[in-house]
């Protein structure tokens, strides 16, 4: 009873001492597709969980310690670049030609400026090369050999192509290509949702009020032609504006940037008023979904309030504040 009494004691006073407090609070993706008890095994969904907790530990660790929103979210992406269970950084997926080209884009919810690559072959961690062309560059958007180069001269981290390799990547391609090559060009064709997804992300809120989103990707598999997606195109893939709200995307590119869903989120906040549930459910099982589109969102709003919807079968997904922490990878919330 003793041991019970001292239990509840330090309990209530932990949560005493977290309301008096700021709220911190990081949000997490792994991407969103065809995600099913059938296509993973125990130990592979064992892995997802421990890298999406690594990766909101990351994060948080920077909120916890007085750090930036900004750096929180670079700081989980960066783990999630660095594994080869998603489809960013070491495990990009191919293009038709065997390389990796990937994309990454981040926003600052204080000042709206923003920073993002495309196309990039030999940054390790394009996220960085994203906040670099924000920070150090009067531009917001760079691509390919430029951006590569750009990257180089900040005194980033390069790598040669084969660096991002993967033999489960590469079995995707082979199977991409093979679908194709029955159909035509994977540019005038519409590929099965298993070549269509995969990106990471992170929203965040620092102590100080700040809103920050970023969003890094290898694109789709077998694409061609220079083929970007949603995830460096800001308002589309990624969103951040204090007070109002932050989102990352992830999905079917071609829809989030007709639809331009990180910014609509956004919009359905700052002029209906609307809180983040209700804004990002009806544009991710509304507007997304009417159009054919497919894939997710998460979304921070001014409050810490976390909102990760989606209309896969899954999203590897993940949140973290002052009060709790989870990781999850099926079913809507």
Same mark, same amino acid.
């Given at each position: 009873?003793?041991?019970?009494?001292?239990?509840?004691?330090?309990?209530?006073?932990?949560?005493? %001492?977290?309301?008096?407090?700021?709220?911190?609070?990081?949000?997490?993706?792994?991407?969103?597709?065809?995600?099913?008890? =059938?296509?993973?095994?125990?130990?592979?969904?064992?892995?997802?969980?421990?890298?999406?907790?690594?990766?909101?530990?990351? /994060?948080? =660790?920077?909120?916890?310690?007085?750090?930036?929103?900004?750096?929180?979210? %670079?700081?989980?992406?960066?783990?999630?670049?660095?594994?080869?269970?998603?489809?960013?950084?070491?495990?990009?997926?191919?293009?038709?030609?065997?390389?990796?080209?990937?994309?990454?884009?981040?926003?600052?919810?204080?000042?709206?400026?923003?920073?993002?690559?495309?196309?990039?072959?030999?940054? +390790?961690?394009?996220?960085?090369?994203?906040?670099?062309?924000?920070?150090?560059?009067?531009?917001?958007?760079?691509?390919?050999? /430029?951006?590569?180069?750009?990257?180089?001269?900040?005194?980033?981290?390069?790598? *040669?192509?084969?660096?991002?390799?993967?033999?489960?990547?590469?079995?995707?391609?082979?199977?991409? +290509?093979? $679908?194709?090559? %029955?159909?035509?060009?994977?540019?005038? *064709?519409?590929?099965?949702?298993?070549?269509?997804?995969?990106?990471? #992300?992170?929203?965040?809120?620092?102590?100080?009020?700040?809103? $920050?989103? =970023?969003?890094?990707?290898?694109?789709?598999?077998?694409?061609?032609?220079?083929?970007?997606?949603?995830?460096?195109?800001? #308002?589309?893939?990624?969103?951040?504006?204090?007070?109002?709200?932050?989102?990352?995307?992830?999905?079917?590119?071609?829809?989030?940037?007709?639809?331009?869903?990180?910014?609509?989120?956004?919009?359905?906040?700052?002029? %209906?008023? +609307?809180?983040?549930?209700?804004?990002?459910?009806?544009?991710?099982?509304?507007?997304?979904?009417?159009?054919?589109?497919?894939? #997710?969102?998460?979304?921070?709003?001014?409050? !810490?309030?976390?909102?990760?919807?989606?209309?896969?079968? !899954?999203?590897?997904? #993940?949140?973290?504040?002052?009060?709790?922490?989870?990781?999850?990878?099926?079913? *809507?919330?």
């Amino acid at each position: 009873m003793k041991t019970l009494l001292c239990s509840l004691l330090l309990g209530a006073a932990f949560g005493a %001492q977290a309301a008096d407090k700021p709220p911190i609070a990081i949000a997490i993706h792994g991407g969103a597709g065809t995600i099913t008890r =059938a296509n993973l095994s125990p130990d592979q969904e064992k892995a997802y969980h421990a890298k999406l907790t690594q990766a909101l530990n990351a /994060g948080y =660790a920077v909120l916890d310690k007085g750090g930036s929103s900004l750096d929180a979210v %670079q700081a989980a992406i960066m783990v999630m670049e660095d594994s080869p269970l998603f489809n960013a950084g070491k495990g990009a997926v191919y293009n038709w030609d065997g390389e990796h080209e990937l994309d990454a884009s981040i926003m600052d919810g204080k000042t709206l400026n923003a920073g993002a690559v495309a196309g990039v072959k030999t940054v +390790k961690h394009p996220i960085l090369a994203a906040y670099k062309v924000m920070m150090d560059s009067p531009h917001v958007l760079l691509s390919g050999a /430029g951006a590569d180069a750009f990257a180089k001269s900040e005194g980033l981290d390069t790598v *040669n192509n084969h660096y991002f390799d993967t033999e489960a990547r590469k079995r995707a391609l082979d199977k991409a +290509k093979k $679908a194709i090559s %029955q159909t035509g060009y994977q540019a005038r *064709n519409y590929l099965a949702g298993d070549y269509k997804y995969g990106t990471v #992300g992170a929203v965040a809120l620092d102590a100080n009020g700040n809103l $920050a989103a =970023a969003t890094s990707t290898g694109g789709m598999t077998a694409k061609r032609y220079g083929r970007i997606g949603d995830s460096p195109i800001i #308002g589309a893939g990624t969103y951040a504006e204090n007070g109002v709200c932050a989102v990352s995307s992830t999905g079917h590119g071609e829809y989030f940037i007709r639809l331009n869903i990180a910014a609509d989120i956004c919009a359905r906040v700052r002029y %209906q008023g +609307k809180d983040v549930t209700t804004a990002a459910n009806e544009v991710i099982h509304g507007r997304l979904q009417s159009l054919g589109g497919t894939g #997710g969102v998460i979304v921070m709003g001014a409050d !810490g309030s976390i909102t990760q919807p989606f209309n896969t079968e !899954g999203m590897y997904r #993940g949140y973290k504040t002052r009060t709790e922490e989870k990781t999850l990878i099926y079913g *809507n919330p």
